[in-house]
């Protein structure tokens, strides 16, 4: 993408969210979940895309030092979940926010690139952590997190519980660690409880034996591969 346009679009993004007040957010975060409702076209989530893999990468796969998550994958009702928390501001991702606009994104194109992220196939090669820890992991994880999440990790889309596996384990224990101490708001209330005890070493045990959970072969991409939707796009 032309940097000069991306900045173009940045600066105008960022304009709009001087004239945002709290009523306005309030009402449009009930109208980005109704995104939810919509039938999606995928081939328009594969246009509206082209914005948001500036940072997470044509593939959706974002960077194995977590910097940026994976969202390929991902349910489709969680991605518009999380895009109307960041939206009401319940997730503190200043560099999201502007997207989540809905003078910069229709209702519509919120359910067309969910569609499209969540049809993604996701990285064979996730970052992972230091791999001393994982029967405490493991032990943790099955205590505390298959219930909501799964045991693989593949969440349950209808109760907006994302898909954990897969992902990166820098992102995950920064996640983990929003949750825990309150910085991240729209964590659910009992998992906030659930967690209140954990130590670092806890947190760093179960993120890394979760980041060994893997999707199932039909959903990880084959090495190498990159996504045909973006021939031209420039790494």
Known sequence: ?????????????????QSVDAQAVNEAVNQVEMAIHLTP??????KVYMLCAVCHLPEGWGTEDGYYPQ????HAKVIIKQLADILARNRDTPTMFPFTLLQNLRLQEYADVAAYLARQPMTPSNGLGPGTDLERGRMLYEKNCVDCHGREGEGVEGEFMPLIQGQHYNYLV???EWIRDGKRRNADDEMVKQIQGFTDRDISAVMDYTSRLKPPAERRAAPGWRNPDFPSFVR
């Open 71 to 74: 969202i390929a994958g991902q």
């Open 41 to 46: 076209d995928v081939d328009n989530g594969r």
């Open 1 to 17: 993408m032309d940097k000069l346009l991306l900045g173009t679009i940045f600066s105008g993004l960022l304009l709009s969210v």
């Open 174 to 176: 920064r996640q983990f």
